[in-house]
């Protein structure tokens, strides 16, 4: 036997690459053989079946792994997974949980009176519970003994009572501004309406056609005098001697309105005017104080001038013919009125009087015992209460 010659068979501890199917380990059964090479990672594969047996798949010994020419079986294959399908199932509902108080909105605005938010317990005290406590503010007063509700109420009704009495003072004077029911404002209402009369009464309601003069002659006499001549309205300039227009200058001279009258018999004319002025009640009093204090009434320098019509009675009545005049300063309305008279055949008049100085009882001068002196005050004195009449109750035609 050569160096080439197989071991011996009965060396059961030799490898060798006969066509054995498995070969023991000596004094292992082969239970405990498949044991350890299922512990080391060896399966049994179907390739490695050894030449002629049919005991089934060989195991592969750990020194047949150290072989160039060995190839690993390949692994079984996998059991497939199971599909996924296409759209996940709804998922359950997940239970809300309970709203907590917004702080910071309570924060910013406050908590409300009315309901406030406790701890988060439950009435009977479990930490940690959700549900708030709901609490209602108590009403004012609620712990008030019945003496203190009593003068509670006491000092409501005390100051309710001081707010009904201020308000119904305040709306007393208030109605008495708005209605004019106080006396200023009265006065306040009939100067200003007696402002506007010379544009929104017909001429007709201040020169009357005709204006009868009961007891205004000398002795009580009646007089009547009838309407000639009415001129267009218009300024101050030339209706006054310079020196009363001087006078009447801090007034103002708004529109200047004049009618020329005769008597019943036509023997005498007069000129009666009206003077609607730029002032106020105060400027108006002033004038009429300087008046009276000055006596500018009564000086021959401070004449009114007659409205000489043409082609009638009055037509000669100029300058030199005036006989009487009378000037009255209105204090409750903004007006002059003014009279001049004289003969109605023309004569001059040397020493003309005022109204008052002719009318006296015992004068003798021509004008006097003519009656001119009333013939001027008594048309002026009419003019003048049919003009406050009827800035009482103005008439809504224009002039």
């Known amino acids: 036997?050569?160096?080439?010659?197989?071991?011996?068979?009965?060396?059961?501890?030799?490898?060798?690459?006969?066509?054995?199917?498995?070969?023991?380990?000596?004094?292992?059964?082969?239970?405990?053989?498949?044991?350890?090479?299922?512990?080391?990672?060896?399966?049994?594969?179907?390739?490695?079946?050894?030449?002629?047996?049919?005991?089934?798949?060989?195991?592969?010994?750990?020194?047949?792994?150290?072989?160039?020419?060995?190839?690993?079986?390949?692994?079984?294959?996998?059991?497939?997974?199971?599909?996924?399908?296409?759209?996940?199932?709804?998922?359950?509902?997940?239970?809300?949980?309970?709203?907590?108080?917004?702080?910071?909105?309570?924060?910013?605005?406050?908590?409300?009176?009315?309901?406030?938010?406790?701890?988060?317990?439950?009435?009977?005290g479990t930490l940690g519970a959700t549900r708030p406590v709901v609490t209602f503010a108590q009403p004012e007063g609620y712990r008030d003994t019945?003496?203190?509700?009593?003068?509670?109420?006491?000092?409501?009704?005390?100051?309710?009572?001081?707010?009904?009495?201020?308000?119904?003072?305040?709306?007393?004077?208030?109605?008495?501004?708005?209605?004019g029911d106080s006396e200023d404002g009265a006065e306040r209402s009939a100067y200003t309406a007696a402002a506007g009369l010379w544009h929104n009464v017909p001429v007709d309601q201040l020169f009357p056609p005709t204006v009868d003069g009961q007891g205004a002659g000398p002795g009580g006499a009646d007089r009547t005098w009838t309407r000639i001549a009415v001129a267009?309205?218009?300024?101050?300039?030339?209706?006054?001697?310079?020196?009363?227009l001087k006078a009447l200058a801090p007034v103002g001279c708004q529109r200047l309105l004049r009618a020329t009258y005769t008597d019943a018999t036509q023997s005498y004319v007069t000129t009666v005017?009206?003077?609607?002025?730029?002032?106020?009640?105060?400027?108006?009093?002033?004038?009429?104080?300087?008046?009276?204090?000055?006596?500018l009434a009564k000086r021959a320098d401070l004449m009114?001038?007659?409205?000489?019509?043409?082609?009638?009675?009055?037509?000669a009545f100029g300058d030199k013919q005036r006989a009487a005049w009378t000037v009255s300063v209105l204090t409750d309305a903004p007006v002059v009125v003014y009279a001049v008279s004289g003969w109605a055949d023309g004569r001059t008049v040397d020493a003309p009087q005022p109204a008052p100085v002719a009318t006296a009882t015992g004068a003798t001068t021509a004008p006097a015992q003519a009656g001119l002196g009333n013939e001027a005050q008594g048309l002026a004195d009419r003019i003048e209460r049919g003009l406050r009449k009827t800035a009482a109750t103005p008439s809504e035609q224009p002039s």
């Open 1 to 124: 036997m050569g160096s080439d010659s197989a071991p011996a068979a009965d060396s059961d501890s030799a490898w060798t690459p006969l066509p054995r199917s498995w070969v023991p380990t000596p004094g292992r059964s082969r239970q405990e053989t498949e044991a350890d090479s299922a512990r080391a990672g060896y399966s049994r594969g179907d390739a490695a079946t050894v030449s002629g047996t049919d005991e089934g798949p060989a195991w592969t010994p750990a020194a047949a792994l150290l072989r160039p020419d060995f190839t690993v079986p390949p692994a079984p294959p996998m059991p497939a997974a199971p599909p996924v399908p296409s759209t996940p199932p709804p998922a359950p509902p997940v239970p809300e949980a309970p709203r907590r108080p917004d702080t910071t909105q309570d924060a910013l605005s406050g908590p409300d009176p009315a309901l406030s938010w406790s701890a988060p317990m439950t009435p009977g």
């Open 146 to 179: 019945p003496r203190r509700r009593t003068r509670r109420a006491r000092t409501a009704a005390a100051a309710v009572g001081v707010v009904l009495g201020l308000g119904l003072i305040g709306g007393a004077v208030t109605g008495s501004w708005l209605v």
């Open 232 to 244: 267009p309205d218009s300024g101050c300039a030339g209706a006054f001697d310079p020196l009363l």
């Open 273 to 295: 005017g009206l003077l609607f002025t730029n002032a106020d009640a105060a400027a108006m009093r002033s004038l009429d104080a300087r008046f009276s204090r000055e006596g």
């Open 304 to 315: 009114p001038r007659p409205y000489a019509a043409k082609d009638t009675v009055a037509a």
